[in-house]
């Protein structure tokens, strides 16, 4: 699975928009892009996937670059409760290998 | 619907002494994953069941961990003895079947394992 690349941390003012970007330079065609955050002492929650069209679900807007090679994910009004490591997750879909976790982003939404 | 249950959450043992972990996976998910997370860093698999069938354990230290999947839906994860470096959070994640390509992973709450 290709490797991505995340900033370490990221603060977002509460009600505004979270834009968490992702580099995935090496993706290769057959591969998707998959958003996981994990809040403090929880496991991982799936939040979306896609492979090449933006997608958008209630909780977030997925845009992937027409190179495929960056990706960026939205959180429209950020609350608290959204504060959590974001992994941004590179993978073929349709094989049930394991999801190789980054480091990931750590979001502070500030009240 | 109920998502993956985990049991227990805590857990704090003696080294040496045995251990368990329970999982009960969303109900109709075929596919198993156990998953270790160290402190500060992101979940690593230890072991993938398709049905009742191990198909990943590559990265299952099977000199003191075992793991089975009786029937295949719940699943059990053993440690035997435990160690001091053993102290992790255990994961467990359920997907629906690879080849209709539904296999997005579910995961549970976890287990804290303290090893004194």
């Known amino acids: 699975d290709a490797k991505t690349t995340q900033p370490p941390s990221m603060d977002c003012a509460e009600g505004r928009a979270a834009n968490l970007p992702c580099n995935h330079s090496?993706?290769?065609?057959?591969?998707?892009v998959y958003w996981y955050r994990q809040i403090h002492s929880q496991g991982p929650q799936y939040i979306i996937h896609?492979?090449?069209n933006n997608e958008t679900n209630e909780m977030a807007s997925l845009i992937i670059t027409e190179d495929r090679k960056s990706s960026t994910l939205i959180l429209p009004h950020a609350t608290l409760r959204d504060t959590a490591v974001y992994y941004c997750?590179?993978?073929?879909?349709?094989?049930?290998?394991?999801?190789?976790f980054g480091s990931g982003t750590q979001l502070t939404v500030l009240p | 619907e109920a998502g993956v249950v985990q049991s227990p959450r805590y857990k704090i043992i003696e080294k040496k002494q045995p251990v368990a972990f329970w999982c009960n996976p969303i109900?109709?998910?075929?596919?198993l994953y156990w998953y270790l997370q160290n402190l500060g860093q992101g979940p690593e698999l230890l072991i993938r069941?398709?049905?009742?069938?191990?198909?990943?354990d590559s990265q299952l230290p099977k000199d003191r961990f075992s793991a089975e999947r009786l029937k295949g839906v719940d699943s059990t994860l053993k440690i035997q003895p435990a160690e001091l470096g053993d102290s992790a959070v255990y994961l467990c994640?359920?997907?629906?079947?690879?080849?209709?390509?539904?296999?997005?992973?579910?995961f549970g709450p976890g287990t804290r394992l303290t090893v004194l």
């Open positions: 994640a359920s997907s629906l079947s690879p080849a209709w390509g539904q296999d997005t992973q579910y």
């Open positions: 090496t993706i290769s065609g057959n591969e998707y």
């Open positions: 896609g492979l090449k």
């Open positions: 997750i590179v993978r073929v879909s349709g094989s049930a290998r394991q999801l190789t």
């Open positions: 109900s109709g998910h075929n596919t």
């Open positions: 069941y398709e049905n009742e069938e191990a198909v990943d």
